[in-house]
């Protein structure tokens, strides 16, 4: 008879076989992958994000490089000439946003004037800048200090008269035709605005006075003749028509 205070035994169940995994890397028990490579695949992960931070670099890198060769590399004279402020009416109010007039010019007979449109100041700036630069035209200058004739413009209310000055005379122009003048590399020349103070009609008439200038080089070019030919019939001598004819620039 067994003694009553020895412990029975619990019969212990066979221990499962140690599985040795073949040779090779380690199976993966993490489950099946999303659709989306959720765990680092194709369809994200820091490696992916990583690649997307490359790509943007390049798009950035490309856009940069557009930016850097819009004026050729030269140094360009911006002057901003107006600002206002201005609304649009919608659905819900208001929407108040800024226009810029600026005037870009090398000094050396190249000028334009461009307008720009945005909800930030340094960015309707930024437009105006652009289009100027986009729609320059280049305007002949006589000893690159004044203009070689007077000249009439006209837009809108707005009429203005150039005229060309001696050395010394500096500039006699007031407002936004001050800024044009500056920009385009004339130092000697009289003005007059009549009509209207609108700078936008103002800056416009002064370029279409500026589009009429033309030189003696590119007048006798057209008619088939010398330059100091022309320069004599006005009064000047041989010598001094010889002299002026190599003092003309375009």
């Known amino acids: 008879m067994a003694d009553e205070n020895e412990t029975p035994q619990v019969a212990q169940a066979p221990a499962a076989p140690e599985t040795v995994a073949p040779d090779g890397p380690p199976a993966d028990t993490r489950g099946p992958r999303s659709p989306r490579g959720g765990r680092g695949g194709p369809g994200g992960g820091r490696d992916n994000r990583g690649g997307g931070a490359n790509r943007g670099g390049r798009r950035d890198d490309k856009r940069g490089g557009n930016r850097g060769g ?129 700078p936008y009609n103002m800056i416009r008439a002064t370029f279409e006075a500026l589009k009429e200038q033309t030189s003696p080089r590119s007048v006798a070019q057209r008619r088939g003749k010398k330059v100091s030919d022309l320069l004599g019939r006005g009064g000047m001598g041989g010598a001094e028509a010889e002299a002026a004819a190599d003092a003309v620039t375009e």
């Open 70 to 198: 819009d004026d050729g590399g030269e140094e360009l004279i911006e002057k901003l000439v107006h600002i206002n402020r201005v609304s649009k009416t919608v659905k819900g109010g208001k929407r108040f946003g800024f226009a810029a007039l600026v005037v870009v010019g090398d000094g050396k007979g190249r000028s334009g004037f461009g307008h720009g449109k945005a909800r930030e100041v340094p960015e309707a700036i930024s437009k105006a800048t652009a289009a100027a630069k986009k729609a320059m035209i280049r305007v002949p200058l006589r000893d690159g200090r004044t203009l070689h004739h007077d000249g009439n413009g006209h837009f809108g209310a707005g009429k203005v008269t150039v005229r060309s000055a001696p050395s010394g005379t500096g500039i006699i122009a007031g407002g936004p035709m001050r800024a044009v003048f500056e920009s385009l590399g004339v130092h000697d020349v009289v003005t007059k605005s009549v009509g209207t103070s609108n």
